[in-house]
């Protein structure tokens, strides 16, 4: 997997104040996307363990809330398997942490992924240029969900989340 970026002390891209890790490569291109420059797989640079310990020491701040992925699409087909790993090994080391993640594909062609055992709260949906607004919580665009993944998937049916 490639990246661009681990953001740090995020306060946009999820509940609390979160580190943001940026995957490469996208292929929904989104009319009006914010971050071309992460459709391309072949970007950024490789997540190695530097980076993996980065993230970690970043994680294990009292204050930050936990780690959203992000991008670029962290679902998208090269992505799943290192996000996967990565998402169950942040679990496991810190299990207080919460995980967001933000897709282009909707639920319901998702939901069955095995990551998603390792993720709480996931935003879903293609950026939608005719149904952005600004003021929108988390999400840039109308038809975007923010979605309880464990409650859902308990549920066998999609429930919005709820910031506590
Ligand atoms: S899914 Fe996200 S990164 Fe990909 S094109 Fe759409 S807005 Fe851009």
Redesign the pocket.
């Known amino acids: 997997m490639r990246y661009h970026n681990i953001t740090k002390d995020d306060m946009l891209n999820g509940e609390g104040l979160r580190i943001v890790l940026w995957v490469s490569g996208?292929?929904?291109?989104?009319k009006?996307?914010?971050?071309?420059i992460?459709?391309d797989p072949n970007g950024g640079i490789v997540f190695d363990t530097a980076a993996q310990d980065e993230l970690f020491e970043a994680l294990n701040h009292d204050y930050i809330s936990g780690i959203t992925f992000?991008?670029?699409?962290p679902l998208y087909l090269g992505n799943r398997k290192d996000v996967t790993a990565l998402a169950k090994l942040i679990k496991a080391r810190f299990p207080h942490k919460n995980t967001w993640l933000?897709?282009?594909y909707r639920w319901e062609e998702i939901s069955a992924l095995p990551v998603m055992e390792y993720i709480d709260v996931l935003v879903d949906g293609?950026?939608v240029e005719d149904l952005k607004d600004p003021k929108l919580h988390w999400k840039?665009s109308f038809n975007q969900r923010i979605i309880d993944v464990q409650k859902s998937i308990k549920n066998n049916s999609l429930y919005l989340y709820h910031a506590e």
Do not use: I, K, L, V
Request: include cysteine; charge should be negative; hydrophobic fraction near 10%.
């Open positions: 996208c292929d929904h291109g989104c009006g996307c914010h971050n071309p992460t459709w992000s991008g670029g699409d933000y897709t282009g293609r950026f840039g």
